[in-house]
């Protein structure tokens, strides 16, 4: 069993600095944007830690009801709509059976 990792996603207020609803949606969470809410800091900015398990992420931020792709992500790849996704790697937690055979 995999263990699960807090992964902490952000979006900039800069961005879309009158946003009022932004969340992330991805592969883990069917891509529905109700999974995972984000919240504003008193910075302006959005964040959400959700736990995963270690691999590979393809998500994207929802800022209301337009898909945005993450400007600090790992990577992106293409999508069949013509668009492309964000890909974020989520590291093993040290200590697990994963760590120990990568």
């Known amino acids: 069993m995999d263990t699960l990792v807090p ?14 609803q932004v969340a ?13 809410p984000m919240v504003r800091t008193p910075e302006g900015d959005w964040v ?4 995963l398990p270690p691999g590979r992420l393809v998500y994207g931020f929802w800022v209301d009801g337009v898909m945005w792709l993450d400007p600090e992500d790992e990577g992106r790849i293409p999508n ?10 989520v590291p093993p937690v040290r200590g697990t059976r994963e760590a120990r055979s990568a």
């Not at 900039?12 to 600095?17: E, G």
């Not at 992330?24 to 995972?36: I, K, M, R, T, Y």
């Not at 069949?80 to 790697?89: C, F, I, N």
């Open 7 to 20: 992964v902490t996603f952000r979006f900039p207020s800069r961005l879309a600095p009158t946003a009022k």
């Open 24 to 36: 992330v949606v991805g592969s883990f969470n069917g891509w529905d944007p109700s999974a995972h």
């Open 48 to 51: 959400r830690t959700i736990y």
């Open 80 to 89: 069949a709509w013509g668009s492309e996704y964000s890909v974020r790697t």
